[in-house]
């Protein structure tokens, strides 16, 4: 099973470029994330969708967007890359939260390491 | 807004020693889920064990256990006979059902190093 797919796994940019990062997911989950991981910062959530048609922000979305292109594709869009943008990049799938029920873990994609110089 | 705190930036344990990761939270939802991730140095998360905020017994996976504390707001992880493979930043998450924005509120971490 591939779980959570994410492409590219590297990726340099100049400041002012463009880019966008491509994940799927084939375990059927409505809810799609994208967070960032900072040294010593933990993950810190950027959007999230949970299903498809629907983004929102998360805790950080400045200098970014997201498109949920269907329910297995979510992806993350730098329309201008800046240097506080280099991080790692993880995308996950998840279960829906129903009612009182949160036992639903999330899956990781493998992380797109991004350096913007 | 959630809120989870790690308080150990780094851990040396001895092999087959057992090991206690702080975690305490806060939220002020009735209904949540707290979460152990392990992300090993070639950079992937890995799902380890999960508490329910209704759960009254404690989650256990193997080696790994969460002390619940519901009172105090803390979920402790506990590897019992630590291994080298043991190496790695372990993260403490929240989800919650409240009806706020979704998906995972992370600590800090923890970097955990097995010693031979």
């Known amino acids: 099973n591939a779980g959570v797919t994410q492409t590219p796994k590297f990726q340099v940019l100049k400041t002012g470029q463009s880019m966008t990062l491509q994940c799927a997911q084939d375990?059927?989950?409505?809810?799609m994330y994208w967070y960032r991981q900072d040294p010593g910062m933990g993950l810190r959530l950027i959007y999230y969708s949970a299903s498809e048609g629907t983004t929102d922000k998360g805790e950080v979305p400045n200098g970014y967007n997201v498109s949920r292109l269907n329910k297995r594709e979510f992806s993350l869009r730098l329309e201008s890359a800046a240097p506080s943008q280099t991080s790692v990049y993880f995308c996950?799938?998840?279960?829906?939260?129903?009612?009182?029920?949160?036992?639903?873990?999330?899956?990781f994609g493998q992380g797109t390491r991004l350096t913007v110089v | 807004a959630q809120k989870i705190t790690q308080t150990q930036p780094g851990m040396f344990v001895q092999e087959k020693e057992a090991v206690t990761l702080d975690c305490t939270y806060d939220t002020s939802d009735q209904s949540y889920g707290l979460f152990w991730y392990k992300q090993p140095s070639s950079g992937e998360m890995i799902f380890l064990i999960y508490?329910?905020?209704?759960?009254?017994q404690n989650a256990t996976e193997g080696r790994y256990s969460l002390n619940f504390q519901k009172a105090r707001k803390s979920a402790n992880l506990v590897i019992s006979a630590s291994q080298l493979g043991d190496s790695a930043m372990y993260f403490c998450a929240m989800r919650s059902a409240g009806g706020g924005a979704d998906g995972l509120t992370f600590g800090k971490g923890t970097h955990l190093i097995i010693q031979p």
């Open positions: 375990m059927n989950h409505n809810s």
């Open positions: 508490q329910g905020s209704y759960d009254e």
């Open positions: 996950a799938s998840s279960e829906s939260v129903w009612g009182v029920y949160v036992n639903t873990e999330a899956f």
